[in-house]
């Protein structure tokens, strides 16, 4: 059994999928932004604004900022409702139209009667958006607060801006979903503003087609893609209870699997490995985890076996 984006026509394109300009809370005009992140080696970005009244519900129209090698997807970060710690739900919604409705959010506050996040959720999926949890651990969200949701297509497990204040994790989250039978995927994300060094630390590797909006908007929805600090993951497939893998040179391999099930090992910077199931060989699903010399991460999204 091979992961539909290994075994499936296209190559993988580099992105960013949250992002701020000053537009909203960042400090670099979208041009100047997208210009960054092209010099940098990346195929796309989302500039994923506040879609809040403060300034002005911006959904940034970059169409214009696409050239032969870059392309951008419209998004915004957005908002509205209360978490069950009181403060306002961010989501990142990826393929927004322009004409988005956006909620009744004057200010990053969570006010009476907003329109309820699960309510914000669905209509950005309705509108054509990949929907994602934005960085959970920063938030303070639990999972009685992403059980509200009915639909979303992943967790923000890596979100580089709030790894700087020690707060950029997700996947105790995504793993309690996962066991409690939540299909869903990954994110690892920047969410820079260019204030200080955040940015170029998390990405999405998109396996596509072409590098198109339309292109990998349909892989992200269909899971399509791994993320990654550095670590490049080539290939991925199992045989019988194995898990054979290619990269780039790693110094450990992970398998993450149901509530304790979990195993690695050592790999002495080798570009294939291979790795036994013994510990979850039962877990209904598995998280692929690659850690090279540098400490750097790349994740494969849940790949279910049940």
């Known amino acids: ?35 960054r992140y092209q010099k940098a080696g990346y195929d796309f970005i989302s500039l994923t604004d506040h879609l809040v009244g403060r300034f002005g519900y911006p959904i940034v129209d970059t169409r214009e900022l696409r050239n032969e090698n870059f392309t951008t997807l419209i998004g915004a970060e957005v908002h509205s409702g209360s978490m069950l710690n009181g403060e306002l739900w961010h989501l990142v919604a990826i393929g927004l139209p322009l004409d988005f409705p956006p909620p009744e959010t004057p200010n990053f506050s969570a006010l009476p009667g907003m329109e309820t996040a699960n309510n914000l959720a669905q209509r950005c999926i309705d509108a054509g958006a990949f929907l994602s949890i934005a960085h959970p651990q920063w938030s303070g969200l639990v999972l ?27 996947f105790t989250l995504l793993d309690t979903l996962l066991d409690r039978g939540r299909r869903c995927n990954i994110t690892a994300t920047d969410d820079a503003h260019f204030k200080k060094r955040d940015f170029f630390g998390g990405w999405v590797m998109v396996k596509a087609s072409e590098n198109s909006p339309d292109a990998l908007l349909t892989s992200l929805k269909a899971g399509n893609y791994y993320c990654s600090q550095g670590p490049e993951i080539h290939d991925l497939k199992f045989e019988n209870d194995k898990i054979l893998v ?17 195993q690695y090992m050592e790999c002495q910077n080798s570009e294939c ?22 400490g750097k991460r790349a994740w494969s999204n849940p790949i279910w076996l049940k």
């Not at 509200?148 to 997700?170: I, K, P, T, W």
């Open 1 to 35: 059994m091979q992961p539909e984006m290994f075994s499936t026509e296209g190559r993988f394109f580099k992105g960013n999928l949250h992002t701020h300009s000053n537009r909203s809370d960042g400090v670099l005009d979208p041009s100047e932004v997208c210009e």
């Open 144 to 170: 009685e607060d992403a059980l509200s949701l009915d639909n979303f297509h992943a967790v923000e497990c890596y979100n580089h801006g709030s790894a700087m204040q020690e707060r950029g994790g997700g």
């Open 273 to 294: 490995n291979e790795i036994t199931l013994v510990r979850c060989k039962n877990s209904p699903w598995v998280r692929v985890v690659l850690i090279d010399q540098l």
């Open 246 to 262: 290619r990269s780039s040179p790693i110094e450990r391999l992970v398998i993450c699997g149901q509530a304790t099930k979990s």
